[in-house]
């Protein structure tokens, strides 16, 4: 009895599974860059609508957000989905060797085709559930745009789109099954920082100059020596992105540096910002020249939800192992054999954290993981995703699915390659379900919701989401 709601989800899902399947492909194919997934909005927003979900699309300054909403009153559910791709990661599917697509420059080398597609399904089988046995409450799915390299979750944060909603439901594609819980994301502001001097000619009128290359230099280093004296866990790290000509001979008037500040807790990056633009205004003082601030991105820490947490636990559970067929563990077999060396380490890694000795040589020959992790494990980490800004103003819980060979690594052309495999889909299709249900079981028991909500403000124990992006900040290409 107990799981007649998940085979009655299960069933709607499969029932549309080409369907999801040539959605994914399309995006998959498309492979918009942040900001710019004008044709994976428009595929998914046509679709949700079909489905008789109502639109609002164009939301908090970002053209490609939507949100697709069905039903009334409480609670308000939100599946969390993406679409962006990355840049430079063009690959054409299937191929074990490296071969960018001529004329593309941008690959889904983190998944998100299937992440939100999955998010677009589990929203369209909740619906179909909810008109079946008369369910009340809303159901929402958002279409985020650019969270690689712009958190564009966190504007719709900032601009109240989150407001009432009472939890949000996520996953992200993986190499392994597990629910997140404590996975050591990072929370994360982008900065430029932009030097205005005085150009010269270096040797005839020196002192006429004021080098904005020097202070971004000098700005670099005192950031080096504020390295001694943060947390452990904080990282920061740059790019010149202008360094102010290609003249030695000239003395760079703009020069421009931009930083990656990262440590556990929002409010901690919040303080090594304010410590930098400090350094900042120092530079600018010693080279006599000015600074220009520009905050582009923020990614807050994820707050987990342990409710959320466990109910995603337990219908991940329920359909994992996914079973795959010869085919296919020939298939990962064969991207196995052309991952990096590095990968591999990390592969080896990763399984001395969950396989006890006997194990591990068994388990490092398994091409696919169809198992599911432990929650409770703590692998991996260092990453920003701006899921964690919505978690701090929604309950919100995820799970990550596997939809590759074992040992391949996000963001890579191997993880491209296999974006379009039965692999990969059959991953996306099982995350669909694990969400739907997960959906289903906070509608028929509102007293989840309720506990979601208590564990959600015990976790923040009394800590309110700092707003990390100031509101002069729109959403932007950079
Ligand atoms: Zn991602």
Known sequence: ?????????????????????????????????????????????????????????????????????????????????????????????????????????????????????????????????????????????????????????????RDGFFDDCDAAITWHPSTTNKTMTDEKFLANFRVFFTFHGISSHAAGAPELGRSALDAVEIMDIGVNYMREHMIDEARVHGAITNPGGIAPNVIPAEAQ?????????????????????????GAALITGTTVEIRQVAAYSNVIRNETLEAIMDENLRHFVPIGYTEEELQYAKKFQEVITELDKEGLKDKVNLFADKKHRKEILETPIFDFVLDKNLTIGGGGSTDVGDVSWVVPTGQVNVNCYAAGTALHSWQAVAQGKATIAHKGMVAAAKVMACTGAELLMKPELVEHAKKDWEAELDGEVYPNPLPKEVKPAIW
């Open 1 to 157: 009895m107990e799981n007649d709601f998940r085979k009655e989800i299960a069933e709607l899902i499969d029932k549309e599974k080409q369907t999801y399947t040539k959605l994914s492909d399309a995006i998959w194919e498309y492979a918009e860059p942040r900001f710019q997934e004008v044709e994976s909005s428009r595929d998914q927003q046509e679709y949700l609508s079909s489905r008789g979900f109502q639109i609002r699309a164009d939301l908090a300054g970002e053209q490609t957000a939507f949100i697709a909403e069905y039903g009334q009153g409480k609670p308000v559910l939100a599946f969390l989905g993406e679409f962006d791709a990355l840049s430079s990661l063009e690959q054409e599917a299937d191929k074990t060797e490296h071969c960018p697509i001529s004329g593309k420059t941008n690959g889904h080398g983190c998944g998100h085709h299937l992440l939100g597609t999955a998010a677009v399904a589990a929203a369209d089988a909740l619906k179909s559930y909810m008109e079946a046995h008369k369910l009340s409450g809303t159901i929402r799915y958002y279409g985020c745009p650019a969270e690689e390299n712009a958190g564009g979750k966190a504007y719709l944060v």
């Open 257 to 281: 540096i931009l930083y990656a500040i990262r440590a556990p807790k929002v409010t901690q990056v919040k303080k090594l910002y304010e410590r930098m633009c400090d350094i900042a205004k």
